[in-house]
C-alpha cells in the first residue's frame, strides 16, 4: 500500500507544480482580472459537476467491486450528458451576466470533464492507481502545454486560450482512460432498462448522499470567489484564488493517501482493520501537512510578486490566515474518505453543512469590511468545522481516545521501515530495468 499511496503522491506532486504553473502564466499573461476570470470559469464548471458526479462520481469507486462493468458505465454516460446539457439551458436562461457563449462551453466542458472521470473512478474502483494517476498528471500537463501554444505562439490572450486548454486536457485524458479500460468493453453491452434498475437505485443512492456533501462543501471551498466578486471585483478573485491554490496545494497529500485508503476500504471487509488504518494514516498525514503549512507561511511578498507579478504581493498574508485551516481539513479529508468507503456518505455531509454555516454567516460579514483576508479568515474557519466534527464522530463510532492521536515510537518504526522498503524496492526495480535493457 506504501508503494500506492508513494506512487500517488508523486503523481499529485507534478500534477500541482504544473497547476502551479498555469497559475503563474496566466497570471503573468493576464493579471489578476484575467486569473479571476478563469477561476470563476473553472468554479462554475465545477459546480455542474456536482451534480454530474451523483451518477459518475465517487460513488463508482464503492459500487465497481461489486456491479457489472457495463451496468455502471452507460448510465454515468448519459447522465453526465444530460446534466451538461440542462445546464446550458440553465445559464442561457438564468445567468445572463455569462454570455450565450461562454455558457455553451461551460456546459459542454462539464460534461466532458464529467465523462473523463468515469474511467479514473473506475480504475481506483480496480485498485489499478497508477493507471488512474496517469490520467491525473497528465491533465494539467495540456493545460498547460495548451496554453502556453494559446498565449505565446497564437497570441491570444483571452479567456478562450484557456477554454481550449480545457478541452484538449478533458478530451485526450478521456479517450486514453477508454483505451485503458479496453479490456472491460470486450462484454460491454446494452441490456433492458430494467436490468439496470438495481444499479442505477445504487448509484443514485451512494451518490447522491456523497454529492450532497460535494454540493455543500462546493460553497464552503469557493463562495469566497463569489461574494468577492460580487463586493469587490475580479480582480480580488484573481489574488484570492490563486492563495487559495497554493494552500490547498498542501492537500496532495491527504488526497495521495485517501486514494489509496478509499480504494482500500471499500474492497476491505474488516471494519476494526479500516478504522486502525485510517488513524494511522490521518497522524501521518497531519506531521506532512503541518511542515508544508509551516514552509508556504514564511515565504516573503517578493517572491509571489516575482512569480506572479506585482497586483500579488498579499499573499503571504492571506495564505498566513488560510493555513490552520488548510492544515485541519487535511484530517478532514481522511476521516471523511474513511466514511465514504464505508458507504457511510452523509457523514461527510453533516461535517459539511456545519462548515456552511460560518461560510454563510461568516463570508457576508467579513468580506465586505476586509476583503481578501474577511475571506480567508472564514474558509478557516469553514474548513476546521469540518473537520472538528468529523474527528468527533469517527473516535465516538471506533472508541479510540484523542490520546491515540499521538504518534507511537512503533508507527514511527513503521513508517520508517516502509519508506525505507520502498527506496531499496524502488532502487531494486530500477537497477533490474537497466539490467534487462542491457545488450
Known amino acids: 500500500m506504501f508503494r500506492k499511496i508513494a506512487n500517488t503522491f508523486g503523481t499529485r506532486l507534478l500534477a500541482a507544480v504544473c497547476n502551479f504553473l498555469i497559475a503563474i502564466v496566466i497570471s503573468q499573461s493576464v493579471g489578476d482580472v484575467g486569473k479571476g476570470e478563469q477561476s470563476l470559469l473553472l468554479a462554475t464548471i465545477t459546480f455542474i459537476l456536482i451534480f ?15 456491479h457489472a462493468f457495463h451496468k455502471l458505465v452507460f448510465p ?15 445559464m442561457l436562461l438564468f445567468y445572463g451576466e455569462l454570455s450565450p457563449i461562454l455558457a ?14 468515469i474511467p479514473v473512478e473506475v480504475l481506483i474502483g480496480r485498485e489499478k492507481v497508477r493507471q488512474a494517476n496517469l490520467l491525473n498528471l497528465l491533465q494539467p500537463v495540456l493545460i498547460l502545454l495548451t496554453l502556453l501554444l494559446g498565449y505565446f505562439v497564437m497570441e491570444n490572450y483571452s479567456i478562450f486560450s484557456y477554454i481550449v486548454a480545457l478541452y484538449v486536457s478533458y ?3 478521456w479517450l486514453l482512460g477508454l483505451w485503458m479500460l479496453r479490456d472491460e468493453f470486450r462484454g460491454f453491452h446494452i441490456e433492458p432498462l430494467a436490468a ?19 454540493f455543500v462543501q462546493f460553497f464552503n471551498l469557493r463562495m469566497g470567489y463569489y461574494l468577492l466578486d460580487m463586493y469587490m471585483d475580479k480582480g480580488r478573485v484573481g489574488i484570492f484564488s490563486n492563495a487559495v491554490s497554493l494552500s490547498e496545494a498542501i492537500w496532495i497529500i491527504s488526497n495521495s493517501i485517501a486514494l489509496v485508503q478509499y480504494a482500500r476500504i471499500a474492497n476491505a471487509q474488516n471494519e476494526r482493520y479500516s478504522q486502525k488504518l485510517t488513524l494511522s494514516l490521518a497522524k501521518l498525514c497531519f506531521v506532512v501537512s503541518l511542515l508544508a503549512v509551516l ?12 512569480l506572479f507579478g506585482p497586483e500579488f504581493g498579499e499573499l503571504p498574508g492571506v495564505i498566513r490566515i488560510l493555513a490552520p485551516g488548510v492544515l ?5 479529508l481522511i476521516i471523511g474518505h474513511y466514511y465514504s468507503g464505508i458507504g457511510k456518505y452523509q457523514m461527510n455531509t453533516y461535517a459539511a453543512l456545519c462548515g456552511l454555516f460560518f461560510t454563510v454567516t461568516m463570508g457576508f460579514l467579513l468580506i465586505p469590511r476586509f476583503d481578501i483576508y474577511g475571506a480567508a479568515a472564514t474558509s478557516t474557519l469553514a474548513y476546521s468545522a469540518n473537520a472538528v466534527f468529523i474527528l468527533i464522530c469517527f473516535f465516538k463510532s471506533s472508541q479510540f481516545t484523542w490520546r491515540d492521536m499521538l504518534i507511537s515510537r512503533e508507527e514511527v518504526r513503521s513508517y520508517y521501515i516502509e519508506f525505507k522498503d520502498y527506496i531499496c524496492n524502488f532502487f531494486k526495480d530500477n537497477s533490474d530495468t537497466d539490467k534487462s535493457s542491457m545488450p
Open 171 to 173: 478530451g485526450l485524458t
Open 295 to 306: 514552509f508556504l507561511s514564511v515565504l516573503p511578498s517578493s517572491f509571489y510578486q516575482l
Open 104 to 117: 455553451l462551453h461551460t456546459g459542454l466542458l462539464a460534461v466532458l470533464a464529467s465523462l473523463r472521470a
Open 52 to 66: 454530474s458526479d451523483i451518477v459518475s462520481g465517487n460513488s463508482l469507486v464503492y459500487l465497481t467491486p461489486k
Open 196 to 214: 439496470y434498475r438495481q444499479v442505477v437505485g445504487d448509484l443514485f443512492k451512494y451518490g447522491a448522499l456523497n454529492q450532497l456533501g460535494h
Open 328 to 332: 485541519m481539513y487535511s484530517l478532514f
Open 76 to 90: 454515468a454516460a448519459l447522465w453526465s450528458s444530460l446534466v451538461g446539457l440542462f445546464a446550458i439551458g440553465f
